[in-house]
């Protein structure tokens, strides 16, 4: 009689140590960042064991299939708010299974080769390079992390006066401007209510008439 043997319904991984998917092999700056692409896009939804931590699974995906899909502020961020230098980011995909506080530990790599992982908050180095994922997965706890912003603590005033200069500095000017001038109107409301109050309270006292109360509340002159 044959023995009855249960099957597993672990999904068996491929280890990405066991595949040449994420080796570059020496390809670097602009090139680098279209392989990447075409590397990603050629092999979306591929899922791969890593090596550290146990457990984790990593999705060969494009940003348009992690849960960033709809936040291209957050996207534009890994970018530009981080590091100490803008780069230019390229999704490699997401982990899944690791002690990061989020569903979706996103990997991205730029021109010099290393692997961020973005957690929902900070900004993660994993790896030095896609060759060093594929080896020895990520590291946990990270070598270092990077939060929103820091890109910008050690800046100078001439530093930001070259920002503002700068065609995003501009932008981003112009719609602080539109933001003001759109609410401009209730402000002032707000402000003159603000000083008619005041007045009444110094003409009345801590305790309002009610007649004065209502033609408060009705934005009264």
């Known amino acids: 009689m044959v023995p009855f043997t249960k099957k597993s319904t672990k999904e068996e991984l491929t ?3 066991t ?14 960042l279209a392989w ?3 590397t990603v896009s050629t092999n979306k939804s591929e899922r791969f064991s890593l ?3 146990v457990g984790a699974m990593l999705t060969i995906a494009p940003v348009e299939d992690t849960e960033y899909r709809d936040r291209p502020a957050v996207v534009n961020a890994w970018g530009k708010f981080y590091l100490p230098t803008t ?19 996103v990997l991205m790599t730029c021109e010099d080769q290393k692997v961020y992982g973005y957690d929902g908050d900070e900004l993660h180095l994993l790896a030095s390079s896609p060759k060093q994922l594929s080896e020895e997965g990520i590291a ?14 050690d800046m100078t005033s001439e530093d930001w006066e070259t920002v503002k200069q700068s065609p995003v500095g501009k932008r981003l000017d112009e719609e602080h401007h539109n933001l003001v001038a759109s609410h401009k109107s209730s402000l002032l409301k707000n ?5 008619q109050k005041q007045s009444c309270h110094q003409q009345y006292g801590r305790c309002l008439p009610n007649d004065v109360l209502t033609q408060l509340q009705k934005g009264g002159t």
């Open 140 to 153: 946990c706890p990270p070598s270092k992390s990077y939060y929103h912003g820091e890109a910008f603590k």
């Open 19 to 32: 595949s040449n998917l994420l080796r570059s092999n020496g390809i670097k700056g602009p090139e680098y």
């Open 191 to 195: 402000l003159r209510l603000s000083r």
């Open 36 to 38: 990447v692409s075409e």
């Open 15 to 17: 280890p990405l140590r």
């Open 87 to 105: 780069v230019t980011m390229r999704v490699i995909g997401y982990v899944t299974g690791t002690s990061y506080p989020c569903d979706q530990l």
């Open 51 to 53: 090596e550290s931590p």
